[in-house]
């Protein structure tokens, strides 16, 4: 059974950061890519960040380049979201996914940010 367990959220003061983990089991994920969505109340589910499965190239939103890094590490099956000047609208559940052929999903972490 997949399961990708996310952790790291929390109640941060704007300007803050926060670093996000997502740790996969359950199968090989060789070849597959990983990455972080976020929803915020009332808004539908955006893209965040994603890496390939060398780490060789990573994308980002617009709303999140410059401050946030993605990054993972294949021996433990984990991705990052090192996340630096944190805004008040970056608040939202933080979901972490690997994708390849299929794609699982994490179940969501709440990163607060206070203004």
């Known amino acids: 059974q997949v399961q990708l367990v996310e952790s790291g959220g929390g109640l941060v003061q704007a300007g803050g950061s926060l670093r996000l983990s997502c740790a996969a089991s359950?199968?090989?994920?060789?070849?597959?890519?990983m990455g972080w969505f976020r929803q915020a109340p009332g808004k539908d589910r955006e893209f965040v960040a994603a890496i390939t499965w060398r780490g060789n190239s990573t994308y980002y939103s617009d709303s999140v380049k410059g401050r946030f890094t993605i990054s993972r590490d294949n021996a433990k099956n984990t991705v990052y979201l090192q996340m630096n000047s944190l805004k008040p609208e970056d608040t939202a559940v933080y979901y972490c996914?690997?994708?390849?052929?299929?794609?699982?999903w994490g179940q969501g972490t709440q990163v607060t940010v206070s203004s």
């Open positions: 359950g199968r090989t994920f060789s070849g597959y890519a």
């Open positions: 996914y690997v994708q390849r052929f299929d794609s699982y």
